[in-house]
């Protein structure tokens, strides 16, 4: 393994990531892996470093995600949630972010609902931020999480079939995802209905279908998305009934891909209409898997931008 | 076995116009002998054509057969009785009937009765919107599946372009169709007529040319946007036709319909405040007649359909802008369309396409709008030279809401056969199947 | 000494002899090879604590357990690294409760690494004691930290670096001195 610096002071999408930094970044949540597995779930590597959760837009698994991370690394961890706070008030999102970066964090970790949000963070504080979810721009923590969890299980990603199935139009995971995996040779393909699959997305290089046999046939991993209801503002599909028909995974459908193929989704899910009750429970799914290795890639990330003196300071 | 002998065989889907006999067996065309002669002994029924053109089964793509709901304008058995007089082998039944065909047991609803009861075959059409309020989109996948063959709220456009376009990005996964009714009701609302001088001068509300453009443009854009296909029903308007022509030479996939009221009669026929003479979109100028015209002519029109719309008396027999809207057709949409023969500019096999091959084309319908070997066994039998007088006595439909009653009549359909089966026949000596 | 460039200070022989007194060393003190558990601290002590481990095997015939220990996380002067230290692995595939621990390295400097290491292997479980064997001492403590074997003691400039390389071919064994630029730590 080649030494490598780390000089990134942000990570705010997976856009301009090169592919050793990629490795570089699993290879750091490996070793934290191990961590994880001791009775003593703690080391001392971010004691005394402080980690803001900045969170716009509702979500436990993530924030508590980001939260366990820190702690396991002796991190001060708060929290800040937008409904009890000054932003009800009408406070600016640059204002919360000056007020906060005043208190000097080492990083603030951000969510929230305008694409481009963390990068505006960025220019406007002082400390490191890390992009929890930005509208619908990237993921890149769930991006790399499910490319960790893939390698995990199936040792590379050059050449794997990747389906990725629904509401594509709206997710910032599948964004990402294209850049991770992508970068890193899988054969990724995208399906869902047509009102949410945008024909922009066959530029970037993956396969577009709004067959789901098409997609699923000798997939090596099958990612389902949830269907975002809260997100629409007119139906982009007639009904869940309708959806979950055509583009609903079940074991019928699944008998199409590998016979070790691997069924993954960020959650939470909508059992019974994106994914059937008993593959969500089945062995070939890694659901639970994957928000073990969030874990661990969020403190490698934690660890690589508050961890040591920051070359690019 | 059946045996139809030395017609002239129209076909525009093999490019066949000659004389020539048909081999019918098991509902389903056999084979296709060249020349009048017969094939010696023929153990089976045998139709002389001689003198007749023989055509694939029409097709017409836009009827309102009130059923379930309305029964007592018109119903599945009676509808059908009409369009197998009128020389239709299949109908395309629209979605406004009550409840609304957006769920898979009315669509089911309809094909089962049309099996046992109907003489024709009907071809269910789905709304796009729930109780077609134009607010949330239907099932389209199940009802496909339960044999919708396209998506249409006929009878209403769809009012938010938002929901067309989704509509439209939604069906394009599965080539479904989408029909719509191009009216902007914003501009139309409480018009009764086309707005123009004969309006002004009965004092009725005029609806104007540009609720009907203005919708069509609409349409296209979205189909373009989308790369949705979409089909303009009843075009009535010049710049209608306009904007058709122009989008088939951007090569969007936009087809279009009129109905032959449309290019036969002009506002003038509703002179007397007669409300026969009354339908949505109205009958325009002698302009946009013209136009229409020029349209189907030049292959701009893909499709006639009659726009069958039954009424009962009571709804029709009342002051103009009280009446309802529509007139039956099923009966005089072949005989009105005939004489656009007349100078040669439509040629008869320009007008099986028009009435068979491009409906079954644009809606996908398997075997049929052709006459080749191992299609469904629908054929109209057409006399091109009898004449005859259309009269109230002769309608099948249990509606009688015409503006044609009276008129001499050249071209007729003599016979039809509905997967094998005689629908229709006045034909001496070959009686239509029970 | 040579101002600039390496001295050869152990050659093949001398690092495996020094070797094997540490071992005997080992086993006197603790009375035999029951209850000793090696753990080497990455990188440098853990071919180290391989070749302890088997030396042990051949003077007693018994196998100890060895894990190794990476201290990154556990570091104190992370803050001052001039680059990211690059994560390595930690495994030890046997509890250390009740075991007398002998940490392993190959060069004792600041005595900074050897209290990053005990700080984890507190995490790990309780062991009975802790015991340290070096291949080097090279003197400049900054913690009170002393090691219970040492192969050799060797004076040193700060700004000199200890190679000590005890993998590979047995012939190709030896400690080197050499000059480093300043401020760059292990």
């Known amino acids: ?126 400390c ?186 | 076995m059946l045996l139809i002998e030395g017609g002239r065989v129209i076909d525009p889907e093999t490019g066949k116009d000659e004389t020539g006999s048909i081999v019918i067996a098991e509902g389903k065309i056999m084979d296709i002998l060249p020349g009048a002669g017969s094939p010696g002994k023929f153990d089976g029924r045998v139709i002389d054509a001689g003198g007749k053109w023989v055509l694939p089964g029409l097709i017409d793509m836009h009827v309102h057969l009130r059923d379930p709901g309305y029964e007592w304008k018109e119903d599945i058995r009676s509808g059908t009785a009409a369009a197998a007089a009128g020389g239709f082998s299949s109908v395309v039944c629209m979605a406004n009937t009550s409840p609304v065909n957006d769920h898979p047991e009315v669509t089911r609803y309809i094909r089962e009765k049309a099996a046992s009861q109907g003489t024709a075959n009907v071809f269910p059409v789905a709304a796009v919107t729930r109780g077609m309020e134009g607010k949330e989109m239907t099932d389209f996948v199940e009802l496909f599946e339960a044999g919708a063959v396209a998506f249409s709220d006929d009878g209403k456009p769809i009012r938010n372009p938002l929901l067309l376009r989704r509509a439209l990005e939604y069906a394009r996964a599965f080539d479904f169709l989408i029909l719509e009714h191009a009216e902007e009701c914003e501009l139309s609302e409480g018009g009764a007529a086309n707005e123009g001088w004969t309006a002004f001068r009965l004092g009725i509300p005029g609806i104007p040319h540009a609720a009907e453009e203005i919708a ?106 009280g009446a309802s809207n529509g007139i039956i057709g099923l009966e005089t949409a072949l005989p009105l369309s005939m004489a656009l023969l007349a100078g040669g500019k439509v040629s008869p096999a320009r007008l099986a396409d028009l009435f068979s091959a491009a409906p079954a084309r644009i809606l996908g319908l398997k075997g049929k709008g052709s006459l080749r070997r191992g299609a469904d066994a629908d054929v109209t039998i057409v006399d091109p030279d009898a004449e005859w007088e259309f009269r109230e006595s002769d309608v099948r439909s249990k509606s009688q809401n015409s503006p044609f009653f009276g008129w001499k009549m050249k071209g007729r359909a003599v016979a039809v056969l509905c997967r094998g089966r005689i629908t229709h026949s006045l034909l001496r000596g070959v009686p239509p199947d029970v | 000494m040579k101002k600039s460039g390496r001295k050869l200070i152990m050659d093949a022989k001398a690092v495996d002899r020094v070797i094997s007194r540490i071992t005997h060393e080992i086993l006197e003190k603790n009375k035999g090879a029951e209850d000793i558990a090696l753990v080497g601290i990455c990188s440098g002590g853990v071919p180290l604590s391989r070749i302890i481990q088997k030396k042990i095997q051949s003077i007693e015939g018994v196998e100890v357990p060895a894990g190794y220990v990476d201290i990154t996380l556990y570091r104190d002067d992370l803050s001052r ?106």
């Open chain 2, 216 to 321: 069509i443009a609409r349409d296209i854009l979205l189909a373009r946007q989308t790369g949705g296909r979409i089909h303009i029903q009843h075009i009535s308007t010049k710049m209608g036709v306009d904007l058709l022509r122009m989008a088939k030479r951007a090569g969007l996939r936009v087809t279009g319909e009129t109905a032959p009221h449309y290019f036969t009669l002009t506002d003038a026929a509703i002179e007397g405040y007669n409300t026969n003479a009354k339908m949505n979109p109205p009958l325009r100028g002698e302009e946009d007649r013209m136009a229409v015209l020029e349209g189907i002519v030049d292959g701009t029109i893909d499709v006639i359909a009659s726009d069958h719309a039954p009424h009962d008396m009571l709804t029709k027999r009342c002051e103009f802008v």
């Open chain 1, 1 to 126: 393994m080649n030494r490598m610096d780390w000089r990134r002071k942000h990570v705010l999408g997976l856009a301009d990531f090169s592919t050793e930094e990629i490795e570089f970044v699993v290879d750091t949540a490996r070793s934290m892996e191990e961590v994880l597995t001791r009775d003593i779930k703690k080391v001392p590597a971010l004691r005394g470093k402080t980690v803001v959760n900045l969170f716009f837009e509702a979500s436990t698994r993530t924030r508590t995600s980001f939260e366990i991370a820190g702690k396991r690394l002796s991190a001060d961890v708060v929290n800040f949630s937008s409904t009890s706070s000054s932003v009800a008030k009408g406070e600016t999102l640059l204002d919360t972010a000056r007020n906060i970066d005043a208190m000097k964090p080492n990083i603030i970790v951000m969510r929230h609902p305008a694409s481009g949000a963390a990068h505006f963070l960025s220019r406007h504080v002082s």
């Open chain 1, 128 to 313: 490191s931020v890390i992009n929890a979810g930005d509208g619908s721009n990237e993921h890149p923590t769930q991006g790399l999480l499910d490319l960790f969890s893939i390698l995990k299980v199936k040792g590379k990603i050059k050449g794997l079939k990747v389906s990725i199935i629904g509401d594509i139009l709206h997710s910032r995971v599948v964004r990402s995802n294209l850049h991770s995996l992508g970068r890193m040779g899988a054969d990724l393909w995208l399906c869902g209905p047509s009102t949410l699959l945008p024909r922009e997305m066959a530029r970037g290089g993956a396969n577009v279908t709004n067959d789901i046999r098409e997609a699923v046939r000798d997939a090596d991993v099958v990612m389902m998305l949830r269907i975002q209801l809260e997100r629409q503002k007119t139906a982009y599909f007639p009904s869940i009934r309708e959806y979950s028909r055509t583009y609903g995974l079940n074991s019928g459908i699944f008998s199409l891909a590998k016979k070790d193929a691997v069924i993954m989704h960020p959650g939470p899910i909508n059992r019974g209409v994106e994914l059937s009750d008993e593959l969500a429970d089945s062995a070939q799914s890694i659901i639970l898997n994957q928000v073990e290795t969030g874990v661990a890639i969020r403190m490698a990330l934690l660890y690589l931008l508050a961890g040591g003196h920051n070359a690019a300071h």
């Open chain 3, 81 to 186: 690294a001039g680059y990211q230290p690059r994560l390595k692995r930690t495994e030890i595939p046997f509890s250390i409760d009740d075991k007398k621990v002998v940490l392993v390295d190959d060069v004792l400097f600041t005595g900074r690494t050897i209290r990053a290491a005990m700080d984890a292997l507190i995490d790990f479980g309780r062991p009975m004691n802790i015991q340290l064997a070096v291949l080097i001492d090279r003197g400049h403590r900054e913690l009170p930290i002393r090691a219970d074997y040492v192969g050799r003691n060797v004076p040193t400039a700060r700004n000199e670096t200890i190679e000590a390389v005890v993998e590979g071919k047995p012939g190709e064994w030896k400690v080197m001195l050499k000059e480093s630029t300043p401020g760059k730590g292990e």
